[in-house]
């Protein structure tokens, strides 16, 4: 339970924070679409990062904590998964939702959180139950 806490305010914060950014970088309209995909993957890169950082972090802390290497890969492996989806999904709706004529400011935020929630739950608990049989031994 309190990975499963951890993994979602973790993807809820990048989620969101990525989807701000994004929307104020798309509501301006002052982007040609050479700066706008440059803009879109710098802060891919960036949510790579930071997912990267948070993956390392959580499983050095959960091999500390529980002594098993397995458990720690398992875990920070899924938050750097959720995290980098979280990401992804903040980066592509707003465009998506625009194109579409859709409010990008009103529906991008809960979109992306519900979408992001979601899936990291599946995330955790898919690869958990994939790892069962490693993290018994």
Do not use: C
């Amino acid at each position: 339970p309190t990975y499963a806490a951890t993994m979602k305010a973790y993807e809820e914060s990048i989620g969101a924070q990525t989807s701000s950014v994004v929307l104020s970088a798309q509501s301006g309209g002052s982007l040609s679409p050479v700066e706008r995909r440059a803009f879109l993957w710098k802060e891919l890169t960036v949510g790579l990062l930071a997912a990267l950082y948070a993956g390392v972090v959580v499983a050095a802390l959960s091999l500390l904590w529980h002594g098993n290497p397995r458990l720690g890969i398992l875990i920070g492996g899924s938050i750097f998964v959720s995290m980098l989806w979280a990401v992804l999904l903040a980066v592509t709706l707003p465009g998506l939702l625009l194109r579409f004529r859709m409010n990008a400011a009103i529906a991008s935020g809960p979109l992306v959180l519900t979408i992001a929630d979601f899936s990291t739950l599946g995330i955790y608990l898919g690869a958990a139950t994939a790892a069962l049989e490693l993290l018994k031994s």
